[in-house]
């Protein structure tokens, strides 16, 4: 199987006036439109995930969402706790586990993406950097920590967005 591990996208700046809720913070115009094309882009070369796990928050969900456009009908979203701020793996991989070894995404926020794919691939200590909208493809043999091959981590630059 392959798991994708996506940054949310470009995001409104942390501002309490406007978003007393951090979690209600969207992303910005600019930011939508720039990962609409990361989306495509990745579409075009073969990310083709059945699910689509999502942190809760909105800037996450609106990320997931630009992905969902841009394949099947089919491809199913759910939103888990377990990817807000300070994810915790574990839960994460139970859901991952419950789709049976079908290739699957996940939208979340840094540091943790960095710490998830960092666990995933065998090194709790790797420095791994997402940028906004980056992703990354681990593959699996056999899911669990440790156990992946991280395939590639593209950012929104490298794509020509």
Not at 62 to 76: H, K
Not at 134 to 142: K, L, M, P, Q, V
């Amino acid at each position: 199987m392959r798991l994708y591990i996506v940054r949310h996208a470009w995001a409104y700046e942390r501002d309490a006036d406007r978003w007393p809720d951090d979690g209600k913070r969207p992303l910005t115009a600019e930011g939508r439109a720039r990962f609409a094309k990361v989306a495509k882009a990745l579409a075009q070369r073969g990310f083709a995930p059945t699910a689509i796990a999502t942190s809760p928050l909105i800037r996450c969900r609106e990320t997931a969402d630009l992905l969902l456009a841009r394949l099947p009908r089919s491809t199913q979203l759910a939103e888990l706790d377990a990817l807000a701020p300070g994810s915790d793996l574990k839960r994460v991989m139970e859901w991952t586990r419950q789709r049976q070894g079908e290739d699957v995404a996940w939208v979340g926020h840094s540091p943790d993406v960095e710490e998830l794919t960092a666990a995933l691939i065998g090194d709790a200590h790797a420095s791994l950097r997402f940028s906004k909208g980056a992703a990354a493809a681990i593959r699996f043999e056999r899911l669990g920590s440790g156990h992946g091959q991280l395939e590639w981590l593209v950012t929104a630059k490298l794509l020509g967005c």
